[in-house]
């Protein structure tokens, strides 16, 4: 069974600072990696996707990828209190390519 | 207008009762998800169809049945409802590729009593 796991949190960061969310995965045939926030009772959105060895930069957001610890992060920076939401880690690979989810992380940042 | 487009949005139900979901997409995607969301074990799919001829089970098909009219149509259906399928669902679209997510409809609420 190919997983994705993610701390469930709440993680609470103070407004302006970093915020960082961690996720790792089973499968090591993975092949793109993706970030979604999703607020209380709305759709997932997606933030980024990453799918090579490194750091990969978007305005506020960086997504950091590593295949062999099989390990992707998302760090915040400058955090917003409208940053508070769930996050969600999903995997893409398998004979399908179909998205495995996380089960995600809740950020809380405190003004 | 949204892109993917779920009906209804809100649904409340009896145990027993047939009851049917429906989205449309306007992106073009070939593909097309069925999702839904309970509180602590995250999204799980249900089911999938890459085309209109190609329909897949997904992780928890089960008491659930789904229906790919056209491209853009994609509708889920529980036969007999019971309320442990009490969930938020989603329908979702993508297109092939590594770099290509998806992207979700606003979601369904179903309560079954």
């Known amino acids: 069974q190919k997983e994705v796991e993610q701390n469930s949190g709440p993680l609470s960061v103070p407004e302006g600072a970093i915020a960082s969310l961690n996720c790792t995965y089973s499968?090591?045939?993975?092949?793109?990696f993706f970030w979604y926030r999703q607020y209380s009772g709305k759709s997932p959105e997606l933030i980024m996707f990453i799918y090579s060895n490194g750091d990969k930069e978007d305005g506020r957001f960086t997504a950091q990828l590593n295949k062999a610890s099989q390990y992707v992060s998302l760090l915040i920076r400058d955090s917003q209190p409208s940053d508070s939401a769930t996050y969600l880690c999903a995997v893409k690979g398998g004979s399908q390519g179909n998205l495995i989810f996380g089960k995600g992380t809740k950020l809380s940042v405190k003004p | 207008d949204a892109d993917v487009t779920q009906t209804p949005r809100n649904r409340i139900t009896k145990t027993g009762k047939r009851i049917m979901l429906e989205c449309s997409q306007t992106k073009g995607h070939d593909r097309m998800y069925w999702y839904r969301q309970d509180p602590g074990l995250g999204l799980r799919l249900i089911y999938y169809?890459?085309?209109?001829?190609?329909?897949n089970k997904g992780e928890i098909s089960d008491g659930y049945s789904v229906s790919r009219q056209a491209q853009a149509k994609f509708s889920l259906s529980l036969e007999s409802a019971i309320p442990n399928q009490t969930a938020l669902y989603f329908c979702a679209t993508s297109a092939p590729g590594l770099e290509n997510t998806i992207y979700f409809g606003e979601g369904s609420w179903l309560t079954v009593v």
């Open positions: 499968d090591r045939g993975s092949q793109s």
């Open positions: 169809s890459f085309d209109v001829k190609d329909i």
